[in-house]
């Protein structure tokens, strides 16, 4: 929190009520974005959830908000859409590759 100004960017945060993060943290978190004049959101999980385990309930939320703040309130074109989900799906494919080369040693032109 020592390193929030007014020129952070919007941040959405997410957090369960009673998980490995304590709620406190993100509030205070919330509260300096605020006072630093950063838009600010915070969404809070019933249970003890971290992270991966409220994925499936975040993503719609975190599309939203990034929807918003990068497209300014509109819709992003649905070409830059596309491109995003392009980009991370070929992250996705580098990273299992990666872990493939890693795990089974393999080398290009071996079957």
Known sequence: MSHVSA???PT???NS???VVPLEQVTRMEEALRRAGVRAEVT????????DAYRADA???STEF????????????????E?????LLVGAVILLAGRAVRTRRWAPGQS
Do not use: K, Q
């Open 59 to 61: 993503t719609g939320p």
């Open 66 to 81: 990034l929807v918003h703040h990068l497209g300014g309130g509109r819709s992003l074109p649905a070409s830059l859409l």
């Open 17 to 19: 009520a009673d998980e």
């Open 12 to 14: 959405a945060l997410f």
């Open 44 to 51: 809070v999980y019933a249970g003890d959830r971290h992270a």
């Open 83 to 87: 491109w995003l989900l392009a980009g």
């Open 7 to 9: 020129s952070s960017p």
